[in-house]
């Protein structure tokens, strides 16, 4: 056992995380912060919480044993924690009650925020429907064309989607423009980020938020098993479906801890996304983190078939435990993604989100080499739904395998 | 006596006022800019601010986004820019302040990026995403090269942070006039004239009025107020016009018996 009590008053985790916005920002981080440790000392907060996640979400979510992708890997046993069974299908709902409940709190009438795939964009503009708050989603020019479900979802919903046609017109960019609508409307705003990334005390707030995951699945797998697994898995974007899962076991050093990011068409081209194999510790949206970049300094552009696993950054908390080797990170590419997404969808009936199925093409490999005796947890992040035109449009389109 | 000093010296036939350009380096191509750095001292700049291009400028509005994107087209690199300056001190004599987000800093390296803009003669340095809580990543390195870190206050500052920021400052301080990006303009006149009053009384070096400034209006207003403007969005949209004569008008509000028409 060891003791971990990261990130520090200045919201760093080693050399990474802290503050790094423009002062503009700075009494609005900083009263977020005292917020969010008023309302964490408050057992009302954390009640209300706690009820909107059973009554409203659905929570808590099933660990399952998976028989038949178990022995398909032939190995170690595989878990499915299963995230994807949450109202609006992925795991962003945990942290976008949280953030709404806290909004609330601190007298705030506007939510604005900023989505890739659509996924966090559909959570945010839910939770605001349901808190009456008015709700302003950020999203690339490029992928409103290519989630244009998701879009109007989100105007179902009560939500202002507003094209981001500034830069590479993506993610990294929509966290641009909710960034500088929050440094011009402060008073009244909160900005819902989605994932363990941004300025303190965004990465350890969407942390706590999401970490139910992890408490869940340690007294399940606990009741079930009296013990621990040997390894959790899950796929990292921003990194907070694995944060949330990792949280709760980081201090049992005897569960390894592996993160899953996307390679893309492949590490070694430039169309990947994955940040913490390839990229460098460098300054964007508020932290210092592992990003891709070039040798001067410019981010660069993320690629993968999964839209949610879309970011040129990690979350600082995950370049640390990188750096002190905590956690391992690995990566899995489109080709990967996609089989894993068909095997499961055959041979448990369960069609995960493209992001989640990095992680399960992850875990097949990794119990297979392990024993029959061990046990493996997957976080099982989002269901598929959102993606099963992308992945018919690859299969059927002659480009997949 | 640094050249911050000497140069707010020598504002007297300004009306004591400074005015300071902002422009974007690369935009036109990297082989302009001692040119165009040349020429803003010539239509009256008390300093000049040298922004460096980057992907992500979150404290920037469409103009400066834009003329970075030029840059980087321009394939313009920190490296190929600090080569640029070194060239540009032998010929310009007011303070060269950069302008850069961190990231670009980070990746040159920060203590090779604090002794190369020492040794080619850079004054100062803007870092619009490093607040006074992060500062030690940096200032120490500028400290020692003798390169000002030129701080920032905003409207949103409560007043015990703006006392803070303004008594770690050396060459001057720069006070955003709004509660947005550059290129912007959301506040009253009034609320605006009563945050320069204020930041103006505690702070012990000279105050500078920026973001969102374009016309000789508002300077004359503003500078009721501080010791001066920075000028970006307007200037570099007057390079991208190449609309010369307009700039050397604007630069020209606070010279005393010379009017350019
Ligand atoms: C289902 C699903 N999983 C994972 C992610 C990646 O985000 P994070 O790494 O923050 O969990 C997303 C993001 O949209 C998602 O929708």
Redesign the interface.
């Known amino acids: 056992m060891i003791t971990y009590t990261l990130p520090n008053e200045?919201g760093h985790f080693g050399i990474f995380g802290?503050?790094?916005?423009?002062?503009?920002?700075?009494?609005?981080v900083l009263e977020l912060e005292q917020a969010y440790d008023n309302a964490k000392k408050d057992a009302s907060f954390q009640a209300e919480i706690d009820r909107l996640l059973k009554e409203y979400v659905g929570r808590e979510t099933p660990l399952y044993f998976a028989e038949n992708l178990s022995r398909h890997a032939g190995g170690a046993n595989i878990y499915l924690k299963r995230e994807d069974l949450n109202h609006t299908g992925a795991h962003k709902i945990n942290n976008a009650i949280g953030q709404a409940l806290l909004a609330v709190r601190m007298g705030k009438k506007k939510i604005v925020a900023e989505t890739g795939a659509g996924q966090h964009g559909v959570a945010t503009a839910t939770v605001c429907a349901l808190l009456n708050l008015e709700c302003i989603i950020f999203m690339g020019e490029e992928d409103i064309k290519r989630q244009a479900l998701n879009v109007f979802r989100m105007e179902l919903l009560g939500a202002k989607v507003v094209s981001v046609t500034?830069?590479s017109a993506t993610l990294?960019?929509a966290v641009?423009e909710a960034?500088?609508y929050w440094?011009?409307?402060?008073?009244d705003t909160h900005y819902l980020l989605g994932s363990v990334m941004g300025p303190h005390p965004f990465p350890t707030m969407v942390r706590d938020f999401q970490s139910v995951i992890g408490k869940e699945t340690k007294e399940q797998f606990k009741l079930r098993n009296s013990s621990l697994p040997d390894a959790v898995v899950a796929c990292i974007g921003g990194g907070s479906n694995a944060m949330g899962i990792f949280y709760p076991f980081i201090e049992d050093e005897e569960v390894s801890l592996y993160g899953i990011e996307a390679a893309g068409q492949g590490v070694d081209t430039e169309y990947h996304a994955a940040s913490l194999t390839k990229g460098?510790?460098?300054?964007?949206?508020?932290a210092?983190m592992y990003?891709l970049?070039n040798?001067?300094?410019?981010?660069q552009e993320a690629h993968s078939i999964s839209a949610g696993l879309d970011y040129p950054g990690v979350g600082p908390e995950h370049s640390h435990l990188k750096e002190v080797g905590r956690a391992k990170y690995f990566s899995i590419t489109d080709e990967e993604a996609l089989e894993a997404f068909q095997l499961l969808s055959k041979l448990e009936g369960i069609i995960p989100a493209l992001e989640s199925a990095h992680a399960i093409a992850f875990a097949v490999k990794l119990a297979s080499e392990m024993k029959e005796s061990q046990n493996i947890v997957v976080c099982l992040s989002g269901r598929g739904d959102k993606d099963v035109e992308t992945v018919k449009a690859r299969l059927k389109g002659g480009e997949g395998k | 006596m640094n050249r911050f000093e000497q140069s707010f010296k020598l504002l007297n036939e300004y009306n004591g006022k400074a005015f300071v350009p902002y422009m974007m380096a690369g935009d036109g191509g990297l082989e302009c800019l001692v040119e165009r750095l040349v020429l803003l001292e010539k239509f009256g700049a008390a300093a000049i601010e040298v922004g460096v291009p980057?992907?992500?400028?979150?404290?920037d509005?469409?103009t400066i986004?834009s003329a970075g994107?030029r840059a980087?087209k321009n394939k313009t690199?920190?490296?190929g820019i600090i080569t640029e300056l070194a060239k540009a001190r032998e010929v310009v004599t007011i303070p060269i302040i950069m302008m850069t987000?961190?990231?670009?800093?980070?990746?040159?390296g920060i203590d090779a990026f604090a002794q190369d803009i020492q040794t080619v003669g850079v004054d100062g340095c803007i870092i619009?995403?490093?607040?006074?809580?992060?500062e030690d990543i940096i200032a120490p390195q500028l400290a020692d090269a003798q390169v000002e870190l030129i701080?920032?206050?905003?409207p949103?500052?409560?007043l015990e942070?703006i006392t803070e920021?303004a008594g770690r400052g050396k060459g001057f301080l720069y006070a955003?006039t709004?509660?947005?990006?550059t290129g912007?303009r959301?506040l009253f006149d009034n609320d605006l004239n009563e945050f320069l009053k204020a930041v103006k009384k505690l702070s012990p070096i000279p105050v500078l009025a920026g973001f969102g400034i374009s016309n000789e209006e508002q300077i004359k207003e503003l500078t009721k107020n501080c010791d001066g403007v920075v000028v970006g969005s307007k200037i570099v949209e007057l390079f991208d016009r190449n609309n010369l004569h307009e700039m050397e008008k604007l630069m020209a509000v606070f010279k005393q018996g010379v009017k350019i028409v």
């Open positions: 200045k802290g503050r790094l916005v423009p002062e503009t920002l700075m009494k609005a500034s830069g990294k960019d641009n960034l500088r440094v011009a409307n402060v008073d460098k510790p460098g300054v964007l949206h508020g210092l990003l970049q040798d001067d300094g410019q981010i | 980057f992907s992500d400028p979150v404290a509005g469409p986004q994107i980087l690199t920190l490296k987000y961190l990231n670009p800093i980070y990746a040159y619009p995403d490093l607040p006074l809580e992060e701080r920032l206050v905003t949103a500052s409560p942070r920021i955003v709004v509660k947005g990006i912007t959301n």
